[in-house]
């Protein structure tokens, strides 16, 4: 199993990006997904999750500005960012509580994507 996260880049304040994460592999079912951050010098810090249901929470910075979803039949989490400030400029990881199967048995843990980078400067 492994997620693997794209769409970071260099964006102008108050624009917008569009991440995505994959995840891939011998994938039973996918509990919680989120998006986290950490930004230079700073702990990784949560931003956004969603539950299987669809239930999602935020952290405050992000509230109103950005939007987590899924695609449930891709195995996929999207994080849309709109209104970009300076300090949302981080590396971007994508996260996911994973059933899955592995020699005729099943194992749940968390994976982590490899990370995108997230710049907004002008």
């Known amino acids: 199993v492994q997620l693997q996260a794209s769409g970071g880049g260099l964006v102008q304040p108050g624009g917008s990006l569009r991440l995505s994460c994959a995840a891939s592999?011998?994938?039973?079912?996918?509990?919680?997904m989120g998006w986290y951050r950490q930004a230079l010098g700073k702990q990784r810090e949560l931003v956004a999750v969603?539950?299987?249901?669809?239930?999602?929470n935020y952290v405050d910075s992000v509230k109103g500005r950005f939007t987590i979803s899924r695609d449930n039949a891709k195995n996929m989490v999207y994080l849309q960012m709109n209104s970009l400030k300076p300090e949302d400029t981080a590396v971007y990881y994508c996260?996911?509580?994973?059933?899955?199967?592995?020699?005729?048995?099943?194992?749940?843990?968390?994976?982590w994507g490899q990370g995108t980078l997230v710049t907004v400067s002008s």
């Open positions: 969603i539950s299987g249901g669809g239930t999602t």
């Open positions: 592999g011998s994938i039973f079912s996918i509990n919680h």
């Open positions: 996260n996911a509580d994973i059933l899955y199967s592995s020699g005729g048995y099943y194992s749940r843990r968390e994976y």
